[in-house]
């Protein structure tokens, strides 16, 4: 490994901890981040004659430190400067390093501003990947199949306005906390959700992302070891990661979870995931959330060695429980499959009907595709091929759009 190369490595790991460090001292994240790329340069110019230090993360934190304070110190003598003429300039906070126990608040407070609620949903998801996931403008951009232009704009702008919005860089507690812990959990379950089933392109599943959520999530479990959610959601994506293996065929095509390998299956994954729901559910004080019980449907799945083993009866309660307490239409739409598995589609049929009419599935593609489905059980296959096809013409997926048209034919 040449030392250019060993600089973005150790970058890439510590980043996220090097932005936090700094942002504690000069209160704005896109200073913070400047001044970690700084730190960045800096190893870049150096190290191939100094060599790599012992302990690499620590140098690229103390020299990013170090330029923060020199940066607040210009600020404080610029002010005293205007000062002295009868002007002012707003406070700066002190010139302080945060101490290195106090690394974990950090990332706290980092993760709770990227995933601010004053943000758009997008542009939360963009700068957390940037800030936390150690991911390139280009890298996020292909992931998600945007423009880089527009990733790149969509975090300046972000940066622009949790600065005018004056957000604050620090953790929330209380019930501040449990008001905003609910934006920090989407994103990292919409960075997975879209590296599980790309919602566009040429390829079904997108791994690197699955990845990136999992860290982040297994970071927040570490960071609030107490907040049953957190676990729950880790939970989930543990579990569902565990299937990645198994979702794909050769060329990668979509496997259906019925004629997926089951020995394929990533255990220690599954292990983990078991382990996390059984936090969850010791750290919670009532009811499970939303994530906790999604991650007890995973379970389920995870639980049978075949197909047919599955308990659609307990997963069709769990999805009940779930419409309780988060209801959607997709929530539905999923109770409406599992009852079909566990009483026949004659029973889950006048569900997904009642489902057409819902505005937020209007352009869904997986409501006519599970009614195609359902139709394709009861022996009305011609009203089953127009479900399917209606659904391939809905999605934006190649991979998905190619399985849609395949069942569609196999109607005939």
Not at 239 to 263: C, F, H, K, M, Y
Request: charged share 25%; glycine share 6%; hydrophobic share 45%.
């Amino acid at each position: 490994m040449t030392t250019a190369s060993a600089v973005e490595a150790v970058f890439r790991i510590e980043s996220a901890r090097i932005i936090a460090g700094v942002a504690r001292i000069v209160r704005d994240v896109g200073i913070a981040e400047e001044l970690a790329q700084d730190a960045l340069v800096a190893a870049l110019e150096q190290w191939p004659e100094s060599g790599v230090p012992e302990k690499p993360g620590a140098w690229l934190m103390a020299t990013a430190k170090h330029r923060a304070i020199d940066l607040v110190r210009r600020k404080e003598t610029y002010a005293r400067k205007l000062a002295e003429v009868g002007r002012t300039l707003e406070d700066v906070p002190p010139a302080e390093p945060a101490d290195a126990d106090d690394i974990d608040d950090d990332l706290l407070r980092l993760i709770f501003t990227a995933c601010h609620p004053v943000l758009s949903t997008q542009a939360r998801i963009a700068l957390t990947l940037r800030l936390l996931g150690g991911l390139t403008t280009e890298e996020i951009a292909r992931a998600f199949l945007a423009a880089e232009p527009t990733v790149a704009q969509r975090i300046v702008r972000a940066k622009r306005t949790l600065a005018k919005a004056g957000v604050s860089f620090e953790a929330p507690y209380g019930a501040d906390r449990a008001e905003r812990l609910p934006s920090v959990l989407e994103v990292v379950y919409l960075v997975f959700n879209e590296g599980y089933s790309a919602t566009a392109g040429d390829d079904w599943v997108r791994p690197a992302l699955c990845e990136d959520a999992l860290r982040l999530g297994r970071v927040l479990a570490g960071l609030m070891p107490e907040e049953p959610e957190v676990h729950g959601l880790v939970a989930l994506l543990e579990i569902q990661a565990s299937r990645t293996a198994a979702r794909t065929g050769p060329d990668g095509e979509p496997v259906l979870l019925a004629d997926q390998n089951r020995t394929r299956w990533n255990q220690l994954l599954i292990r983990r995931g078991f382990a996390a729901l059984g936090r969850a559910n010791a750290t919670a004080e009532g009811a499970p959330g939303p994530y906790a019980l999604q991650a007890a449907i995973a379970a389920c799945h995870a639980q049978a060695v075949r197909y047919s083993d599955t308990d659609w009866s307990t997963i069709a309660v769990l999805y009940r429980q779930l419409a309780a307490v988060a209801p959607s239409p997709v929530v539905e739409l999923n109770r409406a499959v599992a009852v079909s598995m566990a009483e026949g589609p004659e029973a889950a049929l006048p569900l997904v009907d009642a489902l057409a009419r819902e505005p937020a599935l209007k352009g869904y593609h997986l409501l006519p595709s599970v009614r195609g489905d359902l139709l394709s059980r009861l022996g009305r296959t011609a009203e089953a091929r127009e479900e399917f096809e209606r659904a391939a013409s809905l999605t934006r997926n190649e991979r998905e759009r190619e399985l849609l048209l395949k069942r569609a034919a196999q109607c005939e």
